[in-house]
């Protein structure tokens, strides 16, 4: 399977892909230039400014080391309770285990939500425990500054407002007594909007007062937990939404489709300037092989349009672009949203191309459905 990263690769841990977002870069070289030039040079003055600068690099890599552990964590408690694993990405605002599915059991997100907050504990103890017994007056420093952060870290999670771990373990709390995944889910978003703003009136406040960068950045995570909090409920009630009905009822029957073998040259000229599609579905002899995408030809520079063809640059058939003509649309709505593309090719009983199915597709079957409710 092509997998379409968005970042840079790094490595597989446990089978699982780690991949470092581009936005990772600024924030790490931020840490690390704040750690250098003011944390560690206020704490060790008489220092030499390149040993600030070793150790401002050294903490800065061994916290997202910790963050990589903190996500970890969760995967791996949610592989083990059946929930297939995409990848963890670290990113500007720390990292993401990204969940092929939801999972479908109040004790089991309790499960998954506290691994996190619990390692970072764990991790800020190792780094606590290494600054007492530590002998060395830059590692005491390095790993004092650790060991606050983790626990910072952890705090920062519990906070109990969604989707942060501490807003996923209030919803598993209310999910148990109550029986409703939805309705706890909203409770817990509500939490979530209200804290955002609680953030972002305070980076506010902090601006006023002269604190511009600290201000600055609590308003920008206020904004990305509100975003992350409404984004999550929405994506949650469209796949309620769809539930009961299935991908033979929504599916497109009559689609164009293009050969492996065309040239990209004639794939954008003759079909997707023409018929004005940024996608379609690559089939070989009545056989579907893949699905090929606007964001493929982009991938690629034009001189080369003319050299490769639609199998050179198309994702090829795997499980995450298809599904049955039975199954139900909210799996279909599951799968689009996570697979990079939002399109998924649909099967029948004998794996022949049936038909086409998009995110968009859902989407507005869903809002005309709430606006009827």
Known sequence: MKRKIRGLYIAKIFGIPITLDY?????FGLIAWSLSGGYFADL??????????????????????SILFHEMAHALIARSKGI???GITLHVFGGVAEMKQEVDDPKSELK????????????????GLLTVLSGSIFLKAMFGYLFYINIVLAVFNL??????????????????????MY????????????????????GFVLMLSGVLFGGIWLVFIGFFLLHAAESSFRLLMLKRGLTGMNVEQLMIRNVNTVSPDLIVQNLVEDHMLRQRHHSFPVLEN??????????????IPKQEWLSKSVRDIMTPLNPDITICTKCEL?????????????????????????GYISFRDLETLVTLKLREA
């Not at 936005?23 to 924030?27: D, R, Y």
């Not at 979530?192 to 703003?197: E, V």
């Not at 579907?288 to 995408?293: A, C, R, Y």
């Open 286 to 299: 009545g056989n579907p092989v893949g699905i090929v995408t606007l964001h493929d030809v982009k991938r």
């Open 112 to 127: 998954m939500a506290a691994a996190g907050p619990a390692t970072s504990i764990a991790i800020g103890l190792f780094f």
């Open 159 to 180: 906070i109990p407002g969604f989707p942060l771990d501490g807003g996923r373990i209030l919803r598993a709390i209310l999910w148990i007594y109550t029986g409703d």
């Open 330 to 354: 909210s799996e279909a709505f599951v799968k689009t949203a996570s697979n990079g593309i939002g399109r998924l090719l649909v099967l029948d009983e004998t794996n022949r191309f049936a």
């Open 183 to 202: 309705q706890s889910t909203r409770w817990a978003t509500l939490a979530g909007r209200a804290i955002s703003y609680l953030f972002m009136a305070y």
């Open 84 to 86: 297939p694993i995409r």
């Open 44 to 65: 060790l003055p008489g220092v030499q400014g390149p040993v600030h600068w070793v150790m401002g690099i050294g903490a800065a890599l061994l916290l997202f080391l």
């Open 23 to 27: 936005s990772w870069f600024i924030i």
